[in-house]
Structure formats: structure tokens, C-alpha cells
């Protein structure tokens, strides 16, 4: 059965969410992910705008992407011609978002449509100054990633004193769209997730943490490797001790009460 497509004949009519869902590689993963995601919010009677952003995919994941498309889906394709990391797609989504509410999840389903729709509704009930996420429990993963994930979320606990999360990488992250603009995120890395969160606690958001049943990929290969915990050691000790924090504090700090509220 065809999708009907809620954004078709909207003209410039903004769409409630926009989601973004950086794709590297999972052209086996997008036709039994995204499909049920976009069936959530519609029978959930929201106007949802999705967001695939082919990361420099070297197998077919534009085309699916593309086949995604003409069956209707209320999707926008974006490409990065050659990848560059993570944050680079996601940063190349939420440029062009068009909802009151934006946010990012990724591609490989290990959060569920409806614990997805649960961190929107979350959100849309609380107030304005409030990013909603996931926290994953009950993961499906190997011993080692889950030992990899305790010491990072622990050791940005030890370097950034009351960092808002206890599962800093995990997705969908939601805000309202002007907040999320705000933070004018810059990391093109793993890092992103971070820095999201970073700035959460500097903005004195409201950050609402919801319990979800983490799963497995639903096809494909995982994209982190050894080298992405040395990345996140680099980016932890640059972002604590180097300029890119200090500038972003000082930018923010310089905008007239009361568009924000900083410490």
C-alpha cells in the first residue's frame, strides 16, 4: 500500500517535526527502517518531514533513498559527496530542516518507531526550553562496545561536571528548531552528540531522558571502529581545554536577555 504523503500540496506550509537520518552505507538497513518510522508519526496524525542525508555512501544507498521517494514517503534527499564523518551529515540535514521541532536519529533501527514517537510527544508536551532524547537500556551490543560506551559517558561526566545525560550518544535527539539554532553545532564527527549535549547544559535546557529498549541493527555493518574512541579522547581533551567551547560561550553570551538564559 502507497504512503500518503502529508507534505504534498503543503506549499510552504512548515511541517510540525524534522528528523534527519545521516545514511553511510546502509542501503540494506533503509527499506526496513524508515518505512515503519514514517507509519508511526502518520498514524500518530503528525506532520513529519525525514530528512536522508546519503553520507558518501559507496554502495546504493542514494538509490534507495531515491526509491524511497517515489513510493511517496515525505522524505528529503541531501548528499555529502564524500564522507567525512557523522556530524558532517547530520550538519548537512539541519540546514535545511523546516519544522518547529528538528532532531536527528539514526539510520539502523535500534531505537524503535514508537520509542521515537515517544521522545517527540515528550517534547511537545514540555516546555519550550527542552531537548528530549533517548537512553538506551537494555542493549543488544557486544560486551566490548558496552564497556567502550561506559567509559566515554564517564569520562565526559568526570571532565564536564553535570553533563544532562547518562547515554550521550543516544538518539533521537529532539528540540525545538530555533534552539537547535542557537547551539550552532560545528562538529563533523562523532563528537556531535557531545556537543549537543554541551550546550544543552550551558543553555540551561531542560533535558528529558526517556528509558527505551535499545535493539540491534536491523541490517548491515556498524560504522564505529577503534579508531572512533581515540576520536572521541581528541575531541573530549580539544573541546574541554581548546577554543572551539570558550568561542561558542562567549558568542552565546553576548545575545540580549531574554533570548537566552545562559550561566
Keep these: 500500500m502507497p504512503f500518503e504523503n502529508p507534505l504534498a500540496g503543503m506549499g510552504e506550509r512548515r511541517p510540525e517535526l524534522s528528523l534527519v537520518m545521516p545514511c553511510y552505507n546502509e542501503e540494506e538497513c533503509l527499506e526496513l527502517t524508515v518505512p515503519p518510522l514514517v507509519q508511526a508519526f502518520q498514524q500518530a496524525g503528525v506532520d513529519l518531514e525525514l530528512i536522508l542525508v546519503d553520507n558518501g555512501s559507496v554502495d546504493g544507498t542514494g538509490a534507495v533513498i531515491s526509491r524511497l521517494i517515489e513510493q511517496g514517503l515525505p522524505i528529503v534527499k541531501a548528499v555529502v559527496p564524500v564522507n567525512r564523518g557523522l556530524g558532517l551529515g547530520i550538519l548537512?540535514?539541519?540546514?535545511?530542516?523546516?519544522?518547529?521541532?528538528?532532531?536527528?536519529?539514526?539510520?539502523?533501527?535500534?531505537?524503535?518507531?514508537?520509542?521515537?514517537?515517544?521522545?517527540?510527544?515528550?517534547?511537545?508536551?514540555a516546555d519550550g526550553r527542552t531537548l528530549?532524547?533517548?537512553?538506551?537500556?537494555?542493549?543488544?551490543?557486544?560486551?566490548?562496545?558496552?564497556?567502550?560506551?561506559?567509559?566515554?559517558?564517564?569520562?565526559?561526566?568526570?571532565?564536564?561536571?553535570?553533563?544532562?545525560?547518562?547515554?550521550?550518544?543516544?538518539?533521537?535527539?529532539?528540540?525545538?528548531?530555533?534552539?537547535?539554532?542557537?547551539?550552532d553545532l560545528t562538529s563533523t564527527d562523532w563528537f556531535v552528540d557531545a556537543e549537543v549535549m554541551l550546550k544543552a547544559q550551558y543553555l540551561r535546557l531542560m533535558v528529558m531522558e526517556i528509558d527505551v529498549p535499545g535493539y540491534l541493527r536491523q541490517r548491515g555493518n556498524s560504522n564505529v571502529r577503534i579508531q572512533t574512541v581515540f576520536e572521541f579522547a581528541g575531541n573530549i581533551v580539544r573541546y574541554r581545554f581548546g577554543g572551539p567551547w570558550r568561542q561558542w560561550r562567549k558568542q552565546v553570551s553576548e545575545i540580549p536577555a531574554p533570548e537566552v538564559n545562559v550561566v
Excluded at 98 to 111: P, S
Aim: charged letters at 20%.
Design 132 to 183: 528530549a532524547k533517548v537512553r538506551r537500556r537494555f542493549r543488544k551490543d557486544s560486551w566490548i562496545r558496552k564497556i567502550v560506551s561506559m567509559g566515554y559517558n564517564g569520562l565526559m561526566l568526570l571532565l564536564f561536571p553535570g553533563m544532562p545525560s547518562l547515554d550521550i550518544n543516544g538518539n533521537p535527539k529532539i528540540l525545538p528548531a530555533e534552539v537547535l539554532a542557537l547551539m
Design 92 to 125: 548537512t540535514g539541519l540546514r535545511i530542516c523546516r519544522g518547529r521541532y528538528a532532531g536527528y536519529l539514526c539510520a539502523d533501527g535500534q531505537v524503535a518507531p514508537e520509542s521515537v514517537l515517544l521522545v517527540y510527544r515528550a517534547l511537545h508536551a
